[in-house]
């Protein structure tokens, strides 16, 4: 090696060593270490408290406060000292803004130590409060709370009573968050939402506590509602409510929903987007009430442009004698289940003139014990619009072959299949290879899916 060669070599291994030696993190603003520290659990952020005089009090400006209590294989001591550490927090905390703070707490905390952590965070002017309580009893939130002019975001989860009368000024407040609340009335309901001028985005998640006998939501400014009943076991007939919906800004709508009685939904002009999973219980004395709950809501949103189905909603609209045109709908998903009648889908497909985009989705090893009859009818969508198939699940029985020949034979502008099946079959590979195509330049893709490895794909 040269003697120019080995002096690069030495400024070269200079440099590295010199760059490896920095503390770059402590050459940061105030500012952004506070960021970063505002990206970690509250328990975390603290202990950069010992680094440095300077990280003594670093953290205390984080804009977030994150934390958690599960009293899992923990000392005896260690509740007492987390309901110190708490108070710490909060106390010493010399933002005077705080955008986040996040509470999740498993087991028994006196309610007044609870008040006392969301009255600090109220003061603090948060914008976002997020509280997932376990307690063991039924806790009552603040009032306080409920006029903060400062909160953006409400997110409330478990043993939480929203069921008194009170004061309501959220003239801020924009997303709320309401699940398997312990109790949840009407009144308290209409209560919260009138005095949230600017609402934007409704989570209800509700269980067989609450007693809500209709679930009664106006809003002028809402865009987004997300409507769903969690249960591990069976529902009664009792335990079900009602829905009226009053939201002419609504964008998008989820529900996933068991209901006996009926909904009443206003026009929802301005709907884009919507899921719908609506069924009543196995038995129930309403099962024959079951297509006229789902065409209510169907008639509704004649404008969606995005539509995922559930299966047994899916099966009340093939069914039906009449079905409501959907001209906007470019996209439809569906997940498949047992009992869907392919032989009126064609028909379906007549009534969305525009579909581009079709998705069906079957979880592993659901036979689908299905009538198919081969239909001569080629909807408007499939001649002009179709232009991509996505199937999950696809394990090759013979109503999926009977219904993916139908698609590719009568799908004219075509671009792509896509076929996710749970193990690879060269046999019907070289099967769907030989259906006819209504596109000459539709591509097929098989994608092998494993639940421990990523799809591997095969086109053909």
């Given at each position: ?130 509280l997932d309580l376990i307690l063991g009893f039924v806790y009552v939130l603040p009032r306080s709370l409920f006029t903060s002019i400062n909160l953006v ?255 590719l034979g009568n799908a004219m502008v075509l671009k792509h299949l896509s076929l996710t099946s749970f193990s690879r079959n060269e046999q019907v590979k ?31």
């Amino acid at each position: 090696m040269t003697a120019s060669a080995k002096s690069q070599e030495c400024m070269k291994k200079l440099k590295v060593d010199n760059y490896e030696e920095t503390d770059w993190i402590s050459s940061l603003p105030d500012g952004v270490l506070s960021n970063i520290l505002s990206l970690m659990p509250t328990k975390y952020a603290f202990r950069t408290s010992l680094l440095s005089t300077r990280w003594k009090s670093l953290w205390a400006s984080a804009t977030t406060i994150d934390l958690e209590w599960y009293p899992v294989g923990v000392e005896k001591d260690a509740y007492s000292d987390f309901m110190d550490f708490v108070d710490r927090v909060l106390l010493l905390h010399n933002d005077p803004n705080l955008n986040r703070f996040r509470l999740r707490y498993l087991g028994y905390c006196k309610p007044y130590r609870l008040n006392s952590w969301i009255g600090a965070a109220t003061k603090l002017n948060v914008q976002e409060l997020d509280l997932d309580l376990i307690l063991g009893f039924v806790y009552v939130l603040p009032r306080s709370l409920f006029t903060s002019i400062n909160l953006v975001i409400l997110k409330i989860r478990g043993d939480v009573s929203l069921r008194y009368p009170m004061v309501v000024v959220l003239p801020s407040l924009k997303v709320l968050h309401l699940h398997t609340l312990a109790t949840l009335d009407e009144d308290s309901l209409k209560n919260v939402l009138s005095g949230c001028p600017i609402l934007e985005e409704l989570d209800i998640k509700r269980d067989q506590r609450g007693g809500i006998e209709t679930l009664f939501i106006c809003s002028s400014t809402l865009k987004k509602l997300d409507l769903s009943l969690v249960s591990s076991s069976v529902i009664n007939e009792h335990e079900l409510y009602g829905v009226v919906i009053k939201a002419p800004a609504l964008e998008i709508l989820r529900m996933k929903e068991n209901v006996t009685k009926p909904f009443h939904f206003d026009e929802l002009p301005s709907l884009v987007k919507a899921e719908l999973d609506v069924s009543v219980p196995e038995g129930s004395s309403y099962k024959d009430d079951h297509f006229k709950l789902v065409d209510g809501i169907l008639a509704k949103i004649p404008n969606v442009e995005q539509l995922r189905l559930s299966g047994h909603t899916l099966q009340v609209i093939l069914q039906a004698s009449a079905y409501v045109f959907f001209n906007n709908l470019n996209n439809l998903q569906i997940d498949i289940c047992h009992a869907i009648q392919w032989a009126n889908f064609p028909e379906l497909l007549g009534h969305m003139p525009n579909l581009k985009v079709l998705i069906l989705i079957k979880a592993k090893r659901m036979h689908l014990n299905c009538f198919w009859q081969t239909s001569q009818n080629r909807p408007e969508c499939l001649s002009l619009c179709l232009e991509k198939i996505i199937f999950r699940g696809f394990e090759a029985s013979k109503v999926e072959l009977k219904l993916l020949r139908y698609l590719l034979g009568n799908a004219m502008v075509l671009k792509h299949l896509s076929l996710t099946s749970f193990s690879r079959n060269e046999q019907v590979k070289k099967q769907i290879l030989k259906f006819p195509r209504g596109s000459s330049t539709c591509e097929i893709e098989l994608l092998e899916e494993n639940c421990l490895l990523a799809p591997r794909r095969s086109g053909f």
